[in-house]
Structure formats: structure tokens, C-alpha cells
């Protein structure tokens, strides 16, 4: 089944404290991309990535770093996470970075910062 | 930029009536649309875009969209809504010029479907 995937699914942590979150897609997707979601907000991108090796900043990037060593994975890490980063995460992938291309989104990760 | 609104926070329809989720948007280019639902604990799932073509797009679920040039407008509509349609709906819009991908999103409008 063609999917994205995140783990973990739910995550209670404290400041400070280093995570990761993962994420994969089975589709051979180029383009990959981290949102959060906020209650008022909507979806905002963290960051995202158009192949192996190549990421770039999205609208909030502060405090978050990603990497993309191989096309299907591209986790998100938090290196001393904060309470404001407590939030809702997604990750999504499409085809190409082409504007037509629809963004394929994994099930979330609810994240909460003590 | 390109943004988006999503006027109303919630819309609450009776089982089997019309249902009409209202989308705004701005960008400097030609727009890309694209509507998402997310039902309670799961990820966002694709409804249905506007590329290009006829203004009326058809989706998944029963749902359809028109996009509208004049107005700015891509409202997503149901002839019929079920009990089952209460979810989170989220607009989204793509600059055609828009070279690194970026999807905005409205801030969603959460719709209440009573039996």
C-alpha cells in the first residue's frame, strides 16, 4: 500500500530533551515536506526537502532541523525542544515539486513539551 | 504570497442537506487548489485540485468544488451530507509560479453534520 508513514504516533517529552521524529514514504517521491498544525492556524510548513541532499526552510523552521540522506525517509529533530513546539506534525510527500502535484500526508505525530 | 481563508470556523448542516464549505484565496500567479479532510485522530486526506479545465472538479466522497476566477473563490460543496462528512476541511493553494512546492493552507473549518 502507498503510504507515508510517522513514528512515533504520540510523543510526551520535557525541554530540552533531544527528539526525532520519523518519517518514510514508500512511493519513490522526490519531494518531502514537515507541517505543523495548529488549532486557528491551519498547516505550516517547517521545512522541506525536493531530493536526497537537498532541504530547505518553510515559513517556521526555527528550532527544527531535517535532514535527507536517502528519498524515502526524511525525519524531523528537535535538539532542545520547547512547550511552543508543542503541536500536531505531519509529514507529506508528492511526486516532484511541480505545483500540480498533490502532497500525500502521513497519519501525525501529536507532540507535547513539558 | 499566496494565502487563504477559510471565513467560518465551523459549518453545522443536517443530515441530507447541502453542505458548503466556503474557500478564498490569493496568490500573485495562476492558483493550484486543493481541498484535504481530517477526520478525529488521522492524518490529512486529498479530496480533489483545480489545475485547470472546468471550473466544477469532482472528488472523492461525493464532494465537488468550484473554483471561481472572478470571485477568488473554491468553495467545496455535497449535494447531500452524511453523519459521517463531520471532519476538519482544509483549503490549500499552489502558485503556479511557485518553484519549491509550498501548499497554503487555510485555517480550516471544522463541519458538524447532526443526524
Known amino acids: 500500500e502507498a503510504q507515508v508513514t510517522q513514528n512515533p504516533r504520540y510523543l510526551i517529552t520535557v525541554t530540552g530533551k533531544k527528539l526525532t521524529v520519523t518519517c518514510s514514504q514508500n512511493m519513490n517521491h522526490e519531494y518531502m515536506s514537515w507541517y505543523r498544525q495548529d488549532p486557528g492556524l491551519g498547516l505550516r510548513q517547517i521545512y522541506y526537502s525536493m531530493n536526497v541532499e537537498v532541504t530547505d526552510k518553510g515559513d517556521v523552521p526555527e528550532g527544527y532541523k531535517v535532514s535527507r540522506k536517502e528519498k524515502r525517509n526524511f525525519p524531523l529533530i528537535l535538539e532542545s525542544p520547547s512547550p511552543n513546539q508543542t503541536s500536531l506534525y505531519f509529514c507529506?510527500?508528492?511526486?516532484?515539486?511541480?505545483?500540480?502535484?498533490?502532497?500525500?500526508f502521513g497519519p501525525g505525530t501529536r507532540l507535547t513539551v513539558l | 504570497a499566496q494565502s487563504v481563508a477559510q471565513p467560518e470556523d465551523q459549518v453545522n448542516v443536517a443530515e441530507g442537506n447541502p453542505l458548503t464549505v466556503k474557500c478564498t484565496y490569493s496568490?500573485?500567479?495562476?492558483?493550484?487548489l486543493f481541498w484535504y479532510v481530517q477526520y478525529p485522530n488521522r492524518g490529512l486526506q486529498f479530496l480533489l485540485k483545480?489545475?485547470?479545465?472546468?471550473?466544477l472538479v469532482k472528488g472523492s466522497y461525493g464532494f465537488e468544488a468550484e473554483f471561481n476566477k472572478s470571485q477568488t473563490s473554491f468553495h467545496l460543496k455535497k449535494p447531500s451530507a452524511l453523519v459521517s462528512d463531520s471532519a476538519l476541511y482544509f483549503c490549500?493553494?499552489?502558485?503556479?509560479?511557485?518553484?519549491?512546492?509550498?501548499?497554503?493552507f487555510g485555517a480550516g473549518t471544522q463541519v458538524v453534520v447532526t443526524p
Open positions: 507529506a510527500s508528492s511526486l516532484s515539486v511541480q505545483a500540480t502535484d498533490t502532497q500525500y
Open positions: 483545480y489545475i485547470t479545465g472546468d471550473n
Open positions: 496568490v500573485s500567479g495562476n492558483p493550484y
Open positions: 490549500a493553494v499552489r502558485d503556479m509560479d511557485d518553484s519549491w512546492g509550498k501548499l497554503q
